[in-house]
């Protein structure tokens, strides 16, 4: 089982960027899945989860109305579009998922399955 997360990358201030997270080893589809980011010298931080049918999501704060969480079970794939981008979103950024059939809730305390990272870098 595996979390394959790209689509980082350098943008400038107010760029934008998609990110993409592929599972492989077997099907996410009944698994809520999310995002987190770290920037070096902190702690891992909570970005947006998604259920399993895409239909909650949830935001922190700091990206609401910014950015989008998506997901395409067909293809076992989980998307973060990312819009209005600030030097403060600079970060790694991880996909993660629950296990099978888990709330939501649980990608937002304690995810169960991660990806390797993927480097976002916003320039000013």
């Known amino acids: 089982v595996q979390l394959q997360a790209c689509g980082g990358g350098l943008v400038q201030t107010g760029g934008s960027l998609r990110l993409s997270c592929a599972a492989s080893?077997?099907?996410?589809?009944?698994?809520?899945m999310g995002w987190y980011r770290q920037v070096p010298g902190k702690e891992r931080e909570f970005v947006a989860a998604?259920?399993?049918?895409?239909?909650?999501?949830y935001y922190q704060d700091f990206v609401k109305g910014r950015f989008t969480i998506s997901r395409d079970n067909a293809k076992n794939t989980m998307y973060l579009q990312m819009n209005s981008l600030k030097p403060g979103d600079t970060a790694v950024y991880y996909c993660?998922?629950?296990?099978?059939?888990?709330?939501?809730?649980?990608?937002?305390?304690?995810?169960?399955?991660w990806g390797q990272g993927t480097l976002v870098t916003v320039s000013s």
């Open positions: 998604i259920s399993w049918s895409g239909g909650s999501t």
């Open positions: 080893g077997r099907s996410f589809s009944s698994n809520a």
């Open positions: 993660t998922a629950a296990n099978r059939d888990a709330p939501i809730v649980d990608v937002i305390r304690s995810p169960s399955y």
